[in-house]
């Protein structure tokens, strides 16, 4: 066991006190779940301002505007007593915060002293993403009748961040894709202006020189993407620039030998 993770299950040993059954979900009326813990010195209200304050810290952290689910775990048993605002949240995790978190609470008891103390939450988000209407095959070009808005809990990675309709319309499937799916970027791709195995023309320029010849694209590429072709008549292989459909530019730095 590496020693990160040994620290981490001592924090959260440290810091757990005792298990709460309540939960409330946030943004909407507050609501929990009559605490039965024997001998606690807090109040609802007391745990509504601190959910309240753990919604808005992570609804920052979180930088959008989907829902926020919060659940808290536990809290010390010698909640302080008179809790009133302001309330300060921090928290050790970097970024956004997500799943089970350990945050430090500083806040103001009534007789005006500050008190700092740890408490554990289930954090939940929900995000509007887009998802597939249908089975869509490799290569397929997407239209507004392919996608449908949902609503779905946060559940990827940074690496595959849903794609929104601004950029998802236009673009071609990567690969099969079912229904259902939600869409990342990943997914996606420009729609190539030259195909592979298509004819296009090179060009060959220079300050006394421009020579144009027919030539087959090898890769798919858009427009500015520099891509390898075949010289039809002498099976030569070069690479050059996408200017448009028909046009090609040669670099003559990069021709394959």
């Known amino acids: 066991m590496g020693l990160g993770r040994l620290e981490k299950i001592k924090y959260y040993l440290s810091t757990v006190l005792f298990v709460c059954s309540f939960s409330v979900f946030v943004p909407g009326s507050i609501s929990f ?11 609802q209200q007391q745990v509504a301002l601190i959910k309240m304050a753990l919604h808005q810290f992570v609804k920052d952290r979180a930088k959008d505007e ?22 300060t949240v921090s928290c050790r ?4 915060i997500l799943g089970r978190t350990v945050f430090m609470i500083s806040l103001t008891k009534g007789n005006g002293l500050q008190s700092s103390f740890p408490v554990v939450a ?18 397929h070009i997407l239209t507004e009748k392919d996608i449908r808005p949902e609503t779905l809990e946060v559940t990827w990675s940074r690496s ?20 259902g799916r939600m869409i990342t970027r990943s997914m996606l791709e420009d729609v ?50 996408v200017q448009d459909a028909q046009t090609v530019i040669f670099k003559y730095n990069k021709r394959l030998k």
């Open 66 to 87: 989907g829902k926020i689910e919060i659940a808290l775990v536990s809290v010390p048993e010698n909640f302080p007593p008179g809790v009133k605002p302001p309330i």
């Open 33 to 43: 779940a009559k605490i039965s813990s024997k001998g606690s010195n807090y109040s």
């Open 160 to 179: 595959e961040k849903p794609a929104d309709n601004s950029f998802i319309i236009g673009k071609r499937a990567k690969r099969r894709l079912e229904k």
């Open 192 to 241: 190539p202006v030259v195909e592979r195995g298509e004819p296009t023309n090179m060009q060959i320029r220079s300050k006394n020189l421009n020579i144009t010849m027919p030539v087959v694209a090898c890769q798919d590429g858009i427009i500015g993407e520099e891509i390898k072709v075949r010289n039809k008549s002498n099976g030569a292989y070069y690479i050059a620039q």
């Open 122 to 139: 289930n954090v939940r988000r929900f995000h509007k993403v887009f998802v597939l209407n249908s089975n869509v095959s490799r290569r």
């Open 93 to 96: 995790r970097r970024g956004e």
